[in-house]
């Protein structure tokens, strides 16, 4: 008697999920639309133009005075930041502060980078750091 339960139960489960799932997946694949998205894409260097690695950087929109984002540049000295379209302006700048070079050199932020975004487009930038 358990046993014929557990079938139909499945069964029933089965039936249902057959029903349910399409529309569950279908209104799932419109609200995992990708909204649109600017790009600010940079490479952070040191002083002897070579990349750096593990260096923080920093975004903040230009209005505001904290910063929005932070974010560290990867083995390339490259980082990635998706913002809002639309038309606004960003500062982007590096954070030195506790960057630590294996010779003992220290490096100073260069000077700040100013990017204006229009729509769903890609800015590319360097930070350029030098020595204190």
Not at 69 to 95: C, K, M, T
Request: aromatic share 10%; hydrophobic share 40%.
């Amino acid at each position: 008697m358990r046993r014929i339960r557990l079938i139909v139960g499945g069964a029933l489960c089965f039936a249902a999920l057959s029903v349910a799932l399409p529309a569950v997946l279908a209104h799932g694949a419109e609200r995992g639309k990708p909204s649109p998205y600017a790009l600010i894409f940079g490479t952070v260097w040191d002083p002897d133009g070579h990349p750096l690695y593990a260096v923080q950087v920093k975004i903040r929109r230009a209005d505001q005075k904290k910063a929005r984002w932070e974010l560290y540049s990867d083995h390339n000295g490259e980082f990635a930041q998706r913002v809002p379209v639309g038309p606004a302006d960003y500062i982007v700048w590096a954070d030195v502060k506790r960057y630590k070079l294996d010779d003992g050199r220290k490096l100073q932020a260069g000077t700040e980078v100013k990017v204006h975004i229009d729509g769903d487009e890609r800015s590319d930038i360097g930070l350029h750091l030098s020595w204190r």
